[in-house]
């Protein structure tokens, strides 16, 4: 029966083939535009496949479907007073048909699909989704690099000569890991940090539901033709226990997900709609999947490495990788890959923003657990040996034997980034850095990327080194990482104010009209939004929670050790949530601050709490277990 399905639609169809797919498969009953807002929320509607079918004309011309802007994120466009937001489909890229196994046709006996296709949101004549910007964005990128192309047909380290190029293709891909759990229970953190630093986790083998659910995801992606490339257990979990019937309970482990490259667009589009069959599939099997960057504080996070590549087709319909070296094992790059390198690091400030926009995000990216902390790129000691550095931001990644693999993997990224204005931002970036590289030799450019810090470069920074072959984590103190690759932003606060404290960085990512003031302003809005609320509403509440939790124990043997303790931690509870008078506590500033939108003031509170909540957590951990 599966293999009776219409699973996609793919790009480019003509709409009258689509009806005669759509018709021959009556089982597939509503018709769902997706819509993706500034914070990557997609849009989910149910329209009855009668009405698209009928009304198909109007659907491609956008006028079929409106919205209410003022209910997604787009914060300053479409508000209450001025919100209808049309949604014109787009056909360029593929449909996917979300089959409802809990729900089946009675006349045919095929689980009911519903065709969920991707859209644009157009308010006042102007495209302003996260879609549209990445769309809008790589044709802009695409031109400027066919005319530096054109004008300079002599490209050091290229293997194709400038002038022979026709077309340029942007290629991503993403890599999804999640948390599964059984519901309703909670994780021994204690327990899985001791297994995650000994190495148990990474590459185990698979058992039960979670192994059941994931071999579904996988064969489930091939027939959506995402050519799945892998699916593995990932460093974080415990090992699973076994109940009175004899099914898994406990269970609670960090799996990835793999497949492969597309167009980057359609990569983007890939990511969410493998996110929705992944959740479903595991939750078909009783386990309850996490996306979050970091679900359990002292645990590994989930991460989202990015892959970003770039070919050019030639005018006899040749492929040739864009950033890979004529001569691999001379040169680690061609100079377009240089450029594209050194303009996504010189520009990362205001391309960071758009990485982690949210509280969640910035609690993964600390030192210890394979989560980049600072701007700065790892080549290889030599470029006839592939570096696989995993403590830098952006890797270079190569197979001497096959160019075609040469790509930068962004390493900061998590399953919720909105990946539709990374790549946006990133490309226009990279088309900057080749601007300023395009006429250099690959001696130049590989001496511009390893320069120290406080030599004068020609498109670098100054004062700031970008390349380390080591081990950024060890073989620096926090005071050298910060000094020589820049201090990463602490709070949400901290990294939006990129787009204030670099204008020139934001004129660069904003050149070509689609990331323009507007976008940037909505996106910075929308992000302040959720971390106010999210502060005030959850993560200060939670907090509270834990603080009181933080109970002296009575009825034990009690030492002057446990009396200095308790001493110790009841000052920190008083610091943190015990108002006075004449004093308020941490929690009832930071709100403050919050609620008069001092967000300099919150920003920095908002650190001191999580460091002192840690520290009461340490300090009660330690009491307890000195109790008998």
Same mark, same amino acid.
């Given at each position: 029966m599966l293999d009776e399905l219409l699973y996609v639609i793919p790009a480019h169809t003509d709409r009258a083939d689509v009806k005669k797919m759509l018709e021959a498969h009556p089982e597939i009953k509503f018709v769902s535009l997706v819509g993706i807002d500034m914070a990557g929320n997609d849009t989910d509607e149910k329209i009855p496949m009668r009405i698209f079918l009928k009304d198909i004309d109007d659907f491609y011309a956008g006028c079929a479907v409106q919205t209410d802007g003022s209910s997604v994120v787009l914060p300053g466009i479409a508000t209450l007073n001025n919100a209808k937001v049309d949604m014109?489909?787009?056909?360029?890229?593929?449909?996917?048909?979300?089959?409802?196994?809990?729900?089946?046709?009675?006349?045919?006996?095929?689980?009911?699909?519903?065709?969920?296709?991707?859209?644009?949101?157009i308010h006042e004549g102007k495209r302003v989704d996260a879609r549209a910007i990445l769309a809008d964005s790589l044709t802009y990128v695409k031109k400027g690099l066919l005319d530096l192309f054109h004008a300079h047909p002599d490209i050091a380290g290229l293997a194709v000569k400038g002038d022979q190029i026709d077309d340029i293709s942007f290629t991503s891909a993403t890599e999804l890991e999640f948390w599964v759990k059984t519901p309703l229970e909670d994780a021994d953190i204690e327990e899985m940090s001791a297994s995650q630093v000994m190495q148990e986790q990474y590459w185990e083998r698979t058992h039960g539901a979670v192994r059941t659910a994931l071999e579904e995801c996988v064969l489930t992606l091939e027939r959506y033709g995402l050519k799945c490339e892998m699916g593995h257990k990932e460093v974080g979990g415990m090992k699973g226990q076994i109940d009175e019937s004899g099914r898994m309970s406990h269970v609670c482990e960090q799996i990835e997900i793999d497949w492969r490259f597309a167009d980057a667009l359609q990569a983007c589009d890939n990511e969410i709609f493998v996110r929705t069959i992944v959740r479903e599939i595991f939750r078909g099997n009783g386990l309850e999947v996490s996306f979050k960057a970091k679900p359990m504080i002292g645990l590994a996070g989930n991460g989202e490495h990015t892959h970003i590549g770039m070919v050019a087709v030639t005018k006899d319909g040749k492929l040739v990788n864009l950033f890979a070296a004529a001569q691999p094992k001379e040169d680690f790059m061609s100079v377009v890959g240089y450029g594209s390198i050194m303009g996504l690091l010189k520009n990362y400030e205001v391309i960071n923003p758009f990485v982690s926009a949210t509280n969640d995000s910035l609690n993964r990216l600390k030192p210890g657990f394979e989560a980049p902390v600072c701007i700065v790129t790892s080549l290889g000691h030599n470029p006839a040996v592939p570096s696989r550095n995993r403590t830098i931001l952006a890797g270079l990644i190569r197979d001497l034997d096959n160019p075609m693999a040469t790509r930068f993997e962004l390493r900061a990224c998590n399953p919720y980034t909105n990946t539709y204005l990374v790549l946006a931002a990133i490309y226009s970036a990279m088309l900057d850095?080749?601007?300023?590289?395009?006429?250099?030799?690959?001696?130049?450019?590989?001496?511009?990327?390893?320069?120290?810090?406080?030599? *004068?470069?020609?498109? +670098?920074?100054?004062?700031?080194?970008?390349?380390?072959?080591?081990?950024?984590?060890?073989?620096?103190?926090?005071?050298?990482?910060?000094?020589?690759?820049?201090?990463?932003?602490?709070?949400?606060?901290?990294?939006? !104010?990129?787009?204030?404290?670099?204008?020139?960085?934001?004129?660069?990512?904003?050149?070509?009209?689609a990331l323009r003031p507007q976008i940037i302003d909505a996106f910075r809005d929308g992000a302040l939004l959720r971390w106010k609320t999210e502060l005030v509403s959850r993560i200060?509440?939670?907090?509270?929670?834990?603080?009181?939790?933080?109970?002296?124990?009575?009825?034990?043997?009690?030492?002057? !050790?446990?009396?200095?303790?308790?001493?110790?931690?009841?000052?920190?509870?008083?610091? +943190?949530?015990?108002?006075?008078?004449?004093?308020?506590? +941490?929690?009832?500033?930071?709100?403050?601050?919050?609620?008069?939108? *001092?967000?300099?003031?919150?920003?920095?509170? !908002?650190?001191?709490?999580?460091?002192?909540?840690?520290?009461?957590?340490? +300090?009660?951990?330690?009491?307890?277990?000195?109790?008998?």
């Amino acid at each position: 029966m599966l293999d009776e399905l219409l699973y996609v639609i793919p790009a480019h169809t003509d709409r009258a083939d689509v009806k005669k797919m759509l018709e021959a498969h009556p089982e597939i009953k509503f018709v769902s535009l997706v819509g993706i807002d500034m914070a990557g929320n997609d849009t989910d509607e149910k329209i009855p496949m009668r009405i698209f079918l009928k009304d198909i004309d109007d659907f491609y011309a956008g006028c079929a479907v409106q919205t209410d802007g003022s209910s997604v994120v787009l914060p300053g466009i479409a508000t209450l007073n001025n919100a209808k937001v049309d949604m014109p489909v787009d056909p360029d890229v593929t449909w996917f048909v979300d089959y409802n196994f809990e729900h089946y046709d009675e006349e045919t006996e095929k689980p009911i699909g519903t065709l969920r296709i991707p859209s644009f949101l157009i308010h006042e004549g102007k495209r302003v989704d996260a879609r549209a910007i990445l769309a809008d964005s790589l044709t802009y990128v695409k031109k400027g690099l066919l005319d530096l192309f054109h004008a300079h047909p002599d490209i050091a380290g290229l293997a194709v000569k400038g002038d022979q190029i026709d077309d340029i293709s942007f290629t991503s891909a993403t890599e999804l890991e999640f948390w599964v759990k059984t519901p309703l229970e909670d994780a021994d953190i204690e327990e899985m940090s001791a297994s995650q630093v000994m190495q148990e986790q990474y590459w185990e083998r698979t058992h039960g539901a979670v192994r059941t659910a994931l071999e579904e995801c996988v064969l489930t992606l091939e027939r959506y033709g995402l050519k799945c490339e892998m699916g593995h257990k990932e460093v974080g979990g415990m090992k699973g226990q076994i109940d009175e019937s004899g099914r898994m309970s406990h269970v609670c482990e960090q799996i990835e997900i793999d497949w492969r490259f597309a167009d980057a667009l359609q990569a983007c589009d890939n990511e969410i709609f493998v996110r929705t069959i992944v959740r479903e599939i595991f939750r078909g099997n009783g386990l309850e999947v996490s996306f979050k960057a970091k679900p359990m504080i002292g645990l590994a996070g989930n991460g989202e490495h990015t892959h970003i590549g770039m070919v050019a087709v030639t005018k006899d319909g040749k492929l040739v990788n864009l950033f890979a070296a004529a001569q691999p094992k001379e040169d680690f790059m061609s100079v377009v890959g240089y450029g594209s390198i050194m303009g996504l690091l010189k520009n990362y400030e205001v391309i960071n923003p758009f990485v982690s926009a949210t509280n969640d995000s910035l609690n993964r990216l600390k030192p210890g657990f394979e989560a980049p902390v600072c701007i700065v790129t790892s080549l290889g000691h030599n470029p006839a040996v592939p570096s696989r550095n995993r403590t830098i931001l952006a890797g270079l990644i190569r197979d001497l034997d096959n160019p075609m693999a040469t790509r930068f993997e962004l390493r900061a990224c998590n399953p919720y980034t909105n990946t539709y204005l990374v790549l946006a931002a990133i490309y226009s970036a990279m088309l900057d850095g080749i601007t300023a590289t395009v006429a250099k030799s690959t001696k130049e450019c590989v001496a511009e990327l390893s320069k120290n810090a406080g030599e *004068d470069g020609f498109y +670098l920074e100054k004062d700031r080194a970008y390349r380390s072959e080591d081990d950024v984590f060890e073989d620096y103190t926090d005071e050298e990482r910060d000094h020589l690759f820049g201090a990463p932003p602490a709070t949400v606060w901290e990294n939006m !104010q990129g787009f204030e404290n670099y204008p020139e960085k934001l004129k660069v990512i904003t050149a070509g009209g689609a990331l323009r003031p507007q976008i940037i302003d909505a996106f910075r809005d929308g992000a302040l939004l959720r971390w106010k609320t999210e502060l005030v509403s959850r993560i200060i509440p939670e907090n509270r929670a834990i603080v009181r939790k933080a109970k002296e124990i009575k009825g034990a043997y009690v030492t002057d !050790q446990d009396s200095y303790n308790w001493n110790k931690i009841n000052g920190l509870r008083t610091y +943190l949530a015990k108002d006075s008078i004449d004093e308020k506590s +941490l929690f009832t500033l930071l709100i403050n601050a919050l609620n008069e939108k *001092d967000y300099a003031t919150a920003s920095g509170l !908002q650190v001191e709490m999580y460091d002192k909540v840690e520290e009461l957590k340490a +300090l009660y951990d330690a009491y307890e277990k000195n109790m008998i």
